[in-house]
């Protein structure tokens, strides 16, 4: 079974910074693209950051490049998101995801695999 468990989430002050981490079991991403997403109350599931298999390439949403960090270690089939210099906008459940295998394509629907959240609440 596999399985995405996503953790290090919580309620932080405006500036301030968490590390999320995804542990992912029941398959070896380590040829898999991942992602991480997040979902603010009424708005749509949007992606954060992106990273290929081998982590030689990301991606990030313009509202988070310069403060968020991705990355992995597929030793550990672990994907992590540094959250730095945070902003009450960023509130939003964070979803860890996978795809099957690599490619260009950066919808949500090519992503197959995903965690259950974890809360991050940014107070002013």
């Known amino acids: 079974q596999v399985q995405l468990v996503e953790s290090g989430g919580g309620l932080v002050q405006a500036g301030g910074s968490l590390r999320l981490s995804c542990a992912a079991s029941?398959?070896?991403?380590?040829?898999?693209?991942m992602g991480w997403f997040r979902q603010a109350p009424g708005k749509d599931r949007e992606l954060v950051a992106a990273i290929s298999y081998s982590g030689g390439s990301t991606r990030y949403a313009d509202v988070v490049k310069g403060r968020f960090t991705i990355s992995r270690d597929n030793a550990k089939n672990t994907v992590y998101l540094q959250l730095n210099s945070l902003k009450p906008e960023d509130t939003a459940v964070y979803y860890c995801?996978?795809?099957?295998?690599?490619?260009?394509?950066?919808?949500?629907?090519?992503?197959?695999?995903w965690g259950r959240g974890t809360q991050v609440t940014v107070s002013s």
């Open positions: 029941g398959r070896t991403f380590s040829s898999d693209d």
């Open positions: 995801a996978a795809k099957r295998g690599s490619d260009n394509r950066i919808g949500i629907t090519s992503y197959v695999f």
